[in-house]
């Protein structure tokens, strides 16, 4: 089993940053792949990043160039850092991680309000 404990949400002002952070603990030698997904009121889950454990980063579209993603692999920790927000952005967000069977471990979520 994986356990997943996000932070960094908040409220700020479009155009602000954010860093959200998210550290596993549990069957962590399992895991291959992490990332974070966001899912807005009356919207479709979607993935926002995602990193492999050899460092292989995916971004959606609509936010190439604004948000990165990265883990400290000591820490067992996965970081969004999230630039250049906007209004569209806001959403709860998910971290998650899959582990080498394909199985899903996701954490409870933490909200991300821009304000415009």
């Known amino acids: 089993q994986v356990q997943l404990v996000e932070s960094g949400g908040g409220l700020v002002q479009a155009g602000g940053s954010l860093r959200l952070s998210c550290a596993a603990s549990?069957?962590?030698?399992?895991?291959?792949?992490m990332g974070w997904s966001r899912q807005a009121p009356g919207k479709q889950r979607e993935l926002v990043a995602a990193?492999?454990?050899?460092?292989?980063?995916n971004y959606a579209d609509s936010v190439k160039g604004r948000f990165t993603i990265s883990r400290d692999n000591a820490k067992n920790t996965v970081y969004l850092q999230m630039n250049s927000l906007a209004p569209e952005d806001t959403a709860l967000y998910y971290c998650?991680?899959?582990?080498?069977?394909?199985?899903?471990?996701w954490g409870q979520g933490t909200q991300v309000t821009v304000s415009s």
């Open positions: 990193i492999t454990s050899g460092g292989t980063t």
């Open positions: 549990g069957s962590i030698f399992s895991i291959n792949a």
């Open positions: 998650y991680a899959r582990n080498v069977l394909g199985y899903t471990h």
